[in-house]
């Protein structure tokens, strides 16, 4: 299968990481193409950003479909214009936050969520309601990091989002940790051994649910919601 990923902002190495992510945990026949606009903002910080990038991620859905894709990962744990990509796309289109937290809830009974910034807490507030989740969410937390301290290695980002993993367990009473930004990727595995608790991740998350989609033959439905845009 292929299987497009989709940064909706415009900071190569974060796309660079999903990447690496995605390569390192596909089945050995998916192929992997990974882009971003060149033209939006370098990171996704609140809801102007979202608008902001839309048409940057539309250009690229349409791409990644000439390429032909099978499916689509928008990776961005905001899941910006996840529902304008599927009427765009045949294949499905999963946004990393959709596919955390329902796959979170297999493993575990209640999960707290550990993004960047305080802004974005009610974004995913919001999204955890829209997804039926609100019942399994305990907390959004912010680890008060802005989403490039991810890249270039600043504001001791890793620690600060350890910590605040701990102070969930202790505090939350949650079963597991979803990690609230694709910049955060490549931390899972390490901060689940550090903390003892699972802490998920939304691209890989979304990766295993694209790959299980396709295989399953599943496709997009066409009908109402998400039919192909009006020609105009």
Known sequence: MKLAIINPNSTESMTQKCKEVALKFKNND??????????????????????????GLMEEIKKAKDWGADAYVIACFDDPGLEAARELAEGPVIGICEAAMHMTTILASSFSV????????????????????????RKVRAANIPVLSLEDGTCNAKQKIEKEILKAVEEDNCEAIILGCAGMADLTIELSQKCNIPVVDG?????????????AKLKTSKINAYSYPIVK
């Open 30 to 55: 998916t192929e992997i193409w990974a882009s971003n606009p060149e033209n939006s903002p370098k990171s996704i910080e609140g809801h102007y950003d979202e608008v902001k990038s839309l048409a």
């Open 114 to 137: 550990v993004t960047t910034l305080n802004r974005s807490v009610p974004i995913i507030e919001e999204l955890s309601h829209k997804y039926g989740m609100s019942k399994f969410c």
């Open 203 to 215: 691209v890989l998350c979304a990766l295993k649910m694209a790959e299980s989609l396709v295989g």
